[in-house]
């Protein structure tokens, strides 16, 4: 019985003792922190393959997908990106002239505001019945806008899509360019029905 106190008195002591030498919370705390920012440091990780481009002014992230790297810019692809309108096509004109392009608004203009001789100034004069026939067909249609499309170039025709707007219905026409002598003309004109929408 003379060794329970004892015994006792030996636990209470490395208690205490061991209590005096323990770290506090904050001080535990402090140093796992460290040791983790230590081992963070020092550690080698894989690289992230899905990082994200610099915030917009909007503050939103934008994915670096393939679909945005295109768009972004040409750095990367080297090519532009453009629209395409369905059961249209793309509205790349990148290869048009500015001969080609004058031509093209000069007669669509026409087309849009009913002026049959200035439309006829761009017509081959050898072919410019399919143009009477086309205002035939178009008449009270009130085409007022229109968009032209990316041409396909078969040797020295130049067919280049167009759609024409109203304001419930479209008009797709398919224009062949022609260089005669001095300067690009219309030769050809091919379009479908006017859709309604």
């Not at 629209?83 to 026409?110: H, I, K």
Request: proline share 5%; aromatic share 10%; glycine share 6%.
């Amino acid at each position: 019985m003379k060794c329970v106190p004892v015994i006792f008195l030996i636990l209470a002591l490395l208690v205490c003792c061991k209590a005096d030498n323990a770290p506090e919370d904050g001080e535990l705390l402090k140093t796992l922190r460290e040791q983790i920012q230590v081992r963070d440091v020092g550690t080698q990780w894989t690289l992230d393959f899905q990082k994200k481009q610099p915030s917009s002014p909007q503050g939103r992230q934008i994915p670096l997908t393939l679909e945005n790297i295109a768009a972004a810019s040409i750095k990367f692809t080297g090519n532009r990106m453009y629209p395409e309108l369905p059961g249209f096509g793309s509205l790349d004109t990148s290869n048009l002239n500015r001969e080609q392009r004058t031509l093209l608004n000069n007669f669509c203009q026409a087309v849009t505001g009913d002026d049959r001789e200035k439309a006829a100034e761009t017509f081959n004069q050898s072919t410019r019945f399919l143009l009477t026939l086309f205002f035939a067909d178009i008449q009270n249609a009130g085409l007022n806008s229109f968009i032209i499309g990316k041409p396909v170039v078969a040797g020295q025709t130049w067919q280049v899509p167009v759609r024409f707007f109203a304001s419930k219905s479209r008009l797709d026409v398919q224009m062949y360019l022609l260089y005669d002598t001095k300067s690009w003309i219309i030769d050809q004109i091919a379009y479908g029905e006017l859709i309604h929408e």
